[in-house]
């Protein structure tokens, strides 16, 4: 491992970073992909294991210590162990997560286990069948539960991610964190963002944390906010005061968190990107594919975290939404 930690201009140190694996995706939640005519990128601008391997080694060598995979929906791209497996031997790598719809978790959570994986976030919006057949346009329901319910047996540790959309969802949120509390599974409300495809989003869409909360203490009882063992971590977290299991806040409508923002993250076309909302970014796939040298890659890398910006702005008249939506960023 070599070279100076990646700090910004803000004095940010980024030791986390997000790789996607593929823009596809085998389901079609409204507020990401649209229904159909989806254009994907053509394979080969796809970055190969070898090349994401290399990346994420770089990246380590200038202080990334955790990674996630996700996508499009990661466990579409075929031999998915092997790129955990050649990533988790990255020396300095920490921590190896994986986001996923859990449509394909059931047959492949043992081979994502064998190499390595230890660590899921599952995407889960609803307990309801017809609404999760109104969200995400198909009707994988009974697939996503098995899946849970072999990664649970399998000894994961899984979280699951619910996209909290107003006058949609109102009537999961306490159900979802029952769900938890029965299995040890904390639930991450994610207030929806502008990164859809079809410019859906408005700021009256968005289910907000304090409703949430509300909701939450009302069905179930109260919650007492858990102090923050790590600053910089996204989610705000709460306990249920009766001692049985947790929830957390992406509230990044609401509560914007981006002065602790420790990310980066890498496209599945080979862009780096210092933040979900940016609307510049950097191609590293040219360096990857034209130099055996890692200098250029370092060199991308860094330049891309200097110009990172002091944050999105959502709340305000200026936010313009990023170019590209959320399945070919990578959330
Ligand atoms: N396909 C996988 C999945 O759905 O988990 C991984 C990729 S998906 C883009 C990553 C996460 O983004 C999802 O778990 C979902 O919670 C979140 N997401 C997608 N669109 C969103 C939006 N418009 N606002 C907030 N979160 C969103
Ligand atoms: Fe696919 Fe994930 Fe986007 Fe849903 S949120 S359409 S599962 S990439």
Not at 137 to 155: K, P, S
Request: charged letters at 30%.
């Amino acid at each position: 491992m070599s070279g100076a930690p990646l700090v910004d201009g803000f004095g940010r140190v980024h030791d986390n970073l997000r790789i996607s694996v593929t823009d596809r995706c085998n389901i079609r939640c409204f507020y990401c992909m649209p229904e159909d005519g989806v254009k994907f990128v053509p394979k080969r601008e796809i970055l190969t294991f070898e090349e994401i391997e290399r990346f994420a080694r770089v990246a380590a060598g200038l202080g990334v210590r955790k990674l996630r995979l996700t996508g499009g929906e990661p466990l579409l791209r075929k031999d998915l162990p092997v790129l955990v497996r050649k990533v988790a031997a990255i020396p300095g790598i920490e921590d190896i997560a994986l986001t996923t719809n859990g449509v394909l978790l059931a047959e492949q959570a043992a081979a994502l286990r064998d190499s390595g994986l230890r660590r899921l976030n599952v995407h889960l919006d609803t307990l309801d069948r017809e609404r999760f057949r109104q969200i995400t346009r198909r009707d994988d329901f009974d697939r996503v539960m098995a899946g849970i319910d072999e990664c649970l047996r399998l000894g994961y540790s899984i979280k699951i991610n619910a996209v909290a959309v107003k006058n949609l969802v109102e009537a999961d949120i306490v159900p979802l964190a029952l769900f938890g509390r029965e299995r040890g599974i904390e639930i991450r409300y994610i207030e929806f963002m502008p990164l859809d495809s079809q410019g859906i989003w408005l700021p009256g869409a968005v289910l907000r944390q304090d409703d949430m909360l509300a909701l939450l203490e009302k069905g179930i009882g109260p919650l007492e906010a858990i102090p923050d063992a790590d600053p910089r971590a996204p989610a705000l977290e709460y306990r249920f005061s009766d001692g049985i299991g947790r929830v957390g806040f992406i509230s990044s409508v609401s509560r914007p968190f981006c002065l602790n923002c420790n990310r980066l993250r890498l496209t599945a076309d080979g862009k780096i990107r210092y933040c979900l909302f940016a609307i510049e970014e950097t191609d590293v796939r040219e360096a990857l594919r034209s130099s055996a040298d890692d200098g250029p890659v370092e060199a991308l890398i860094r330049g891309t975290v200097r110009a990172k910006w002091i944050g999105h702005e959502i709340n305000t008249a200026k936010f313009v939404p990023p170019p590209r939506p959320m399945y070919s960023i990578g959330g």
